[in-house]
Every structure is written in C-alpha cells, then in structure tokens.
C-alpha cells in the first residue's frame, strides 16, 4: 500500500541483500521510520519488542531472521538454536511457528553451503504468498461488504475493527482491512470504527494511520465504546483478524476481541474474522489450549504519544505503587463468529468449515 | 477516607462558610489540589470539567452551587437560571436533578432573604446524608462479599470494578468501594482488577489512587482485559456504580460497563450494581430513554499523564487528522445485572425489586 504516495511493504530485502528493512512501527503514527535487520537477533528483537507485529509479518521476519542466522552458521545446531530463539519471541502467533518450520523443511536436507541462500528465497517467497494470500482474503471480504451496503440503501456502511489487522500486519494489503480497502476503493461508502486497542494502542496508532493515508474515512473510539454504538444501530458489521484459529473455530486475538464479539452477537451484528490459512492450528482441539502472553505491566502504566513541540513522549497514568496485569490476547469462541473470510472464500467457524476450505488440513500454498 | 493518614471528604464548607472546597481530581493521581469554589459558576465549571465527578458527587456539588447563586441574587428567576445551568453541565446524572429540586423545594416557600441560608444548611444536609448512605449500601454489599469469600476456602477473593464508584465519586465511603473498603477492613482476603477507564482514565488514575491509599491489593487493567480474566476464572464477583438506573432496572454508568456486564453474564460471574437510590429515574421506563452525553473526542486522541521528571503532560496519540467518537455512557440491560446494591439492602434487577425496596417510588431519605 501506499505511504504519501509511494508504495511500500512492511519487509523487504536490502538491494545488495545482506540485511533487510521493515517500517518501524513503533514510531507510528508519529515518525515514518525504517530499520534494518541485518542479524538473527535484530530480526528477534524487531518481533520481540513489535517494532514488527501482526501474524503474517511476524512470520515473514522470523522467515528471513532464521535466514539471516544461517550466513554465520549453517549446522543443525544452529538452525535449531535459531529456530528456537526465534519461536520464543511471541508465544501466541501460530504463523511464526508455521514460517519457522517451512524455512526449516526448505533447508535441512540441503549442504551447508547452499542453505542459507535458499533460506532466503524462501522468506522471499513467504512475503510474496503472504501478500497474495491478503488479496484474496480482500477479495472474498469485498462481497460480504457488498451484500451488507445493498441492505443500507446508499446510507454510509459503518464497520468496526479492532487493533491493526491491515497491511502494516502483513506484508501488503491486510487481512481484515484488505476488504475495506478494496470496498472504498470501488466507492461503496464506508466508515470504520477504530478501537483504539489498549494497552499498545495499535487501532489508535496504526489502523487510524493506515486508512487515513488511504483516505478511509474513520474514527478512533476508546474500546469502551462499542457496544453502546452496536447497541445504538451505528454499527453494520464487525471485522477483526487473529493471531491463532483452532481447528473448532475459536479465535485468538488482540485482547478485547472477545468483549466485541459478545455486544456483537448481542445485537446481532455479524462479527467476521479474516485470516490466512497459516493462522489455523490444527493441533489444537479448542482455544482453552492456546497459550495467553502476559505481557509487560508497564504497557498499561505508561502511554506514548507525541507532545505539542511535536517530540515523542511517554507518560506514566497510573498511581506510583499501583499494580498493572496485562494479557495480551483473549479467546473468541466460535460461536460468537459469524464466519471466516480466508485466502479460499467464507467459511463457518467450525471444523467442518474450515476443512471444506482446507481440506488438506494444513497450511497450504494460494 | 484518609489520605495519608487524614481523613477527608470531597466536598467541604470553608471554615467561613463563605465557598466549599474539592479536591481536584482532575489532577489525581499525580497530584493532590484543592480548588475553591466561591460561585455558581465555579461549581458548574468545576462539575463540567470533571474537577468533581462521580453522580453522588455531582449532585452534592450543584447544591452548594444552587447556594452560592442565591447569595448573589434570591430571586426566582435568578434560582430557575441557577439551576438551569447547574443542570445543563452533566445530561446522564440523575441526582444532579434531583440535588437541584431539593434545594430549589427547600427555598422556594422562604423569604428571599433566607433562601441562600437554607440553601446551604440544605446542601450540607445533602452531603451527610450521602455519607450516610454509602455506608449502609457498604454494609449490605459487605454481606455479599462475606458470601463470595466464603465460597473461596480462604483463597483471595477476586473483584473487578469499572470506573471510579469510590469515595471520590460521593462525599465519602463510595458506592460500588464501600464494600471493598469494608471487607479488606474486616480481613477477606481481597484483590481487585481496576480497570482503567479509557478514555479518561479513571479507574487507572482514582479508583487506583484511593485503593492504594487505603492499602487494599489491586492491579490496573486495561478495559480489553476484563473479558478474558472472567473466561480464565479469574473474576469472582464484579461490582460497578451508575450515574442512572431506569424503572425497570436498566443501567447507565460510563462506557464499556455493558462490555463488561456482557462478559460477566457469558462466564457466570455476579456483577452487582451499587447505588444510591437517588439514582434511581422513577420516570423513565427503560434505558433506551437515557440520554448518553457525547464528550469531546480530544479526550480520546490525547491522554495525560507524569513524564518522568515528575511533570505533568499531556500527548496526542492518534495521528494528525483522524477523527474520534466519545460517547462517555452506555445502558447495560437489567437482565445482564445480578442485583443492586442500595442503601436499604439488595434488590432484583426490575420494577419490582426496586420498589420492594422503595415503595415510595421517589427519592427517600435514608
């Protein structure tokens, strides 16, 4: 997509190909900066720390970190290190384990010499998979989006989305926003409710930049205040992304999903949830067994933002001596999900929607 | 309630008796100011900005307002005028009205001479009485939490509130508090999930400061957390204030209650409402009646806070041109609350509940 006019992914390969860059996002929405990774432990650090998030760019940063590792050293041993360094950066995301392993099969049975060139390739072809996986989600979501206007009669769509589910998640275009983008872009007319998704505040910071470098229109809400606007008819549909889909359907996501999900169902407001198929574990039964981050209590303490001189500033809101707990994600369960929108078309979220989708029953190519 | 070893109340007559003085808490918790109100027009600035909020307290603080006026001018038209504006400042606080009728029906049979003299004894009888409520709906809270405790073999007892129902929100004790103060007085081993409030934060900033205060164990969240802490068994027992309940026991309280009350009621957990029943709206059949206040959005793109030299800041965290949306209430339905806490004991959740408690069907004296 396009910042100021230029077009952009979130990762790409340095043109001598010894590192590669990501927006750091972080800095968004108030600086536009680049960084460049040019180790295994800068790639872990940038996913550790989300100067990279979102599941697919998750996975497409350990895809070339692991790369990136297998320059300095291309033994077993080091893969595996690498590996495992690399998974440990963020728990929940199931892609960052399901790109780990492809890079892995991509290279064990290969001499030493060749793996790390081919490692790259691979994390090349990851990102460009991933981006035309995010065009077909778009696609897909697009005639959701349509059949929903038809029943406004021209009246202004409202849809609500919460934490960053667009392109600067993936590699290009987005899960849950790509419909939105492609909806916009073809003059359906549309307004999106962006939660601001405490404590990181990637809806107020990021999605908020996102669509209005696109000229969506939109406003940020606190994530207190969807349910009443459900509850008042201001909203239409509801469309999130995930970090993990069990093989039952419940959904891991940024947490607060799940208190949306619920006003949703509550009002009758279809709730969607857009992912790729790399985001579905099949290992696990149901969401109870996805493992929940708890995440630093200072995300909750203290807030960043910009000062009016225009600086970078955190602030501390809370009391000294005040406690703060923070998990990171919460679990949908699938009955509160009105469907998925995948790479392959809409499916009920269950099972048996996600296998006549995905027959195969693992993460496939587009 | 005391701060730092000396009790306080929120609102108190000058020695003098020529203006009240508030603790401002617009600057909690970083800082501890008073501000003096001498005129009606620093009362109603003082409840428009949220110096003084918290619907018990609003009420207390229009009172000394409609006082202050009648010292400038007793006329009637100057109390109507008085009392028009004190009313405009906050729309979803039902005894802000009700604090208002009761001074404008204490003085309006008087010479005018003596109406600003009675006014006052009137408001001051307001605030005792106050006090005396919030401590009776925390014993009949406290009988709850004994209950809830009991069932806990001795494990910590887990509370969730919303917003600030505090001593800070009343003349003293608090409403949805009280209890909780009660109960860690009396040794229930006790832990409460604050959360934190957005957009202004006050859970993270009063609810956290009072409790800290007093000593009582708890942990700031954010609003996305409650839902998830409810589905890991985390939640024994939530408990909220409200700004208006409707005759048929729907609620009003600051936005994101009805998040919270949804998830409660999916996970089994008892969410009580703690009130006054001056709150009560005897007039209104059903929440969908209540005007919900639409604040401004500047409260969502911004959030204030101590920069770490100690200072008081405010920064901007959304980007530059996006729009917010701030409405600062929701209804949450009868049916999602397990019962009200009032002054004269625990009721169901309807008409008849609350009139099995006050037949009168009007605002009683305790």
């Known amino acids: 997509m396009k910042i100021q006019g230029q077009p952009y992914r979130t990762i790409w390969p340095t043109p001598d190909g010894s590192a590669v ?4 996002q972080t800095k ?16 872990a650090d940038a996913i550790r720390t989300m100067v990279v998030r979102g599941a697919p760019l998750i996975g497409a940063t350990a895809a070339y970190g692991l790369a990136l590792a ?22 929940t995301a199931v892609n960052l384990r399901w790109a780990l392993k492809r890079i892995c099969d991509a290279v064990r049975n290969r001499p030493r010499e060749t793996r790390a060139a081919a490692a790259w390739r691979e994390a090349a072809i990851i990102c460009d998979e991933d981006v035309e996986i995010c065009r077909r989600i778009g696609e897909h979501g697009l005639k959701l989006f349509r059949e929903a206007a038809a029943k406004k009669n021209g009246a202004t769509l409202n849809v609500l989305t ?3 589910a667009g392109w600067l998640a993936c590699v290009d275009w987005g899960t849950a926003l790509a419909p939105i983008y492609m909806a916009y872009d073809e003059g359906i007319p549309l307004h999106v409710w962006v939660d601001e998704t405490r404590p990181r505040n990637q809806g107020a910071s990021l999605t908020a930049f996102e669509l209005g470098s696109h000229g969506v229109p939109h406003a940020v809400i606190a994530d207190n205040a969807g349910g009443h606007l459900m509850q ?31 006003a949703a169902k509550d009002n009758a407001v279809p709730f969607y949830v857009a992912l790729p198929s790399t985001t579905i574990d099949w290992t696990l039964a149901s969401g109870d067994l996805i493992p929940i981050e708890e ?25 000294q001596g005040s406690a703060a707990a923070n998990p990171g994600f919460d679990v949908t369960p699938a009955r509160l999900v009105t469907g998925f929108v995948t790479e392959r078309g809409v499916c009920a979220t269950n099972e048996q929607g996600l296998r006549s989708l995905f027959p195969e029953g693992a993460a496939p190519k587009p």
């Open 70 to 91: 297998l320059r300095d050293d291309a033994s077993d041993e080091a893969l595996d290190r690498a590996h495992d360094t690399l998974l440990a950066t963020r728990p």
């Open 295 to 319: 995440r630093a209590g200072t995300e909750v303490t203290h807030m960043s933002g910009r000062l009016p001189d225009g600086s970078l500033a955190t602030v501390e809101i809370t009391p």
């Open 28 to 43: 968004l929405p108030h600086r536009f900066e680049i960084r460049r990774l040019a180790t295994m432990e800068e790639a």
């Open 232 to 262: 008042a008819g201001r909203v239409d549909l509801a469309i999130v992304g995930t970090d993990r889909v069990t093989r039952n359907g419940d959904v891991a996501n940024k947490i607060g999903t799940y208190l949306k999900a619920l």
């Open 162 to 164: 919460h934490c960053n």
């Open 21 to 24: 860059e990501v927006i750091d």
